[in-house]
């Protein structure tokens, strides 16, 4: 079992449409979590941090389970923009390991 | 942003040459890590350092070998090129004193011909 699973879609959503992706954790024992924006032919680059209490940044919104070991995001009112490659990272806390989900497509269509 | 630099930036080279591929950090972090990226596949681990001279293996590690002689350089050598191994290479580090976030580098396009 991978450390870090995220469904590779592709999500194919149509502008204006609110899509949610999850991502699911092996070790309980992780303590900081992110999500990933990767543009195509180009480097990942953070999108936000996820927090217990779930947080916010505009049509943004991450949530994470702990009982449950997932977290997911959620976009609303997608933008062509938004076409991105969305990757769940998860890091043991402090100095130690991170490690990376493969990530999920997405596509937004006018 | 995050100082981490790949060199080269793109490579062709031939089969059964080998190939060395290199991260520079500036930022003093614990944790290196070397990922390719192919269509279809996402970020696969090759292998990660956590620290000078400690590295371990990743799910894809077969034909390639790293060395971290100092915590600034993660080299990734493909110890005899094959086709399969043309891919976009990323190095990312992790790991600071207080920040847990990763960080990128801009990844190197290589292609075996």
């Known amino acids: 079992r991978k450390e870090v699973e995220q469904d590779p879609g592709p999500f194919n959503v149509p502008e204006g449409a609110t899509v949610a992706f999850n991502c699911t954790y092996s070790?309980?024992?992780?303590?900081?979590f992110f999500w990933y924006r990767q543009d195509c032919r180009k480097e990942p680059k953070l999108l936000m941090s996820v927090y217990s209490s779930g947080n916010e940044d505009g049509r943004f919104t991450a949530q994470l389970n702990r009982a449950s070991q997932y977290i997911s995001l959620l976009i609303r009112d997608s933008k062509l923009s938004d076409s991105a490659t969305y990757l769940c990272v998860v890091n043991l806390g402090g100095g130690f390991k991170t490690i990376f989900g493969a990530g999920t497509r997405l596509f937004v269509k006018a | 942003d995050a100082g981490i630099t790949q060199s080269p930036r793109h490579k062709v080279t031939e089969t059964g040459t080998p190939v060395t591929l290199r991260c520079h950090q500036t930022e003093n972090h614990r944790y290196m890590y070397w990922y390719r990226q192919d269509p279809g596949h996402g970020l696969r681990l090759i292998h990660y350092s956590y620290g000078v001279k400690d590295t371990d293996k990743g799910e894809v590690s077969d034909g390639y070998s790293v060395s971290r002689s100092k915590t600034e350089d993660f080299l990734l050598t493909l110890e005899s090129a094959t086709s399969s191994q043309t891919s976009v290479y990323f190095c990312?580090?992790?790991?600071?004193?207080?920040?847990?976030?990763?960080?990128f580098g801009q990844g190197t396009r290589l292609t075996v011909v």
């Open positions: 070790n309980s024992a992780s303590q900081s």
């Open positions: 990312a580090i992790s790991g600071g004193t207080q920040d847990t976030e990763a960080f």
